[in-house]
C-alpha cells in the first residue's frame, strides 16, 4: 500500500505511547536510547532531544 505508517519509538525500552518518566538526582547522568525504534516503511528516521524547563523541578538548564 502507498500510505505512510508513522514510525515506532522505543524509548529506553518502552514501546507504549505512554510518556517516558526519568527520575534522576541532581548531578546524576541521564541515558536515552532508542534501541528497537523502527520505521515500518524503511525511511530513514533522525532524532531531537530538547529540555522543556517549564515542566520540571530543576533549578538549572542541564547540560546536553
Known amino acids: ?3 505512510n505508517h508513522p514510525p515506532k519509538a522505543v524509548i529506553n525500552g518502552d514501546d507504549t505511547r505512554d510518556v ?3 527520575k534522576v538526582k541532581e548531578g546524576e547522568m541521564v ?3 532508542t534501541i528497537g525504534t523502527f520505521d515500518p516503511d524503511e525511511d530513514s528516521l533522525s ?3 530538547w529540555i522543556y524547563p517549564e515542566a520540571g523541578t530543576a533549578q538549572q538548564c542541564p547540560e546536553m
Open 1 to 3: 500500500d502507498e500510505v
Open 47 to 49: 532524532y531531537s532531544w
Open 20 to 22: 517516558v518518566h526519568i
Open 31 to 33: 541515558s536515552i536510547n
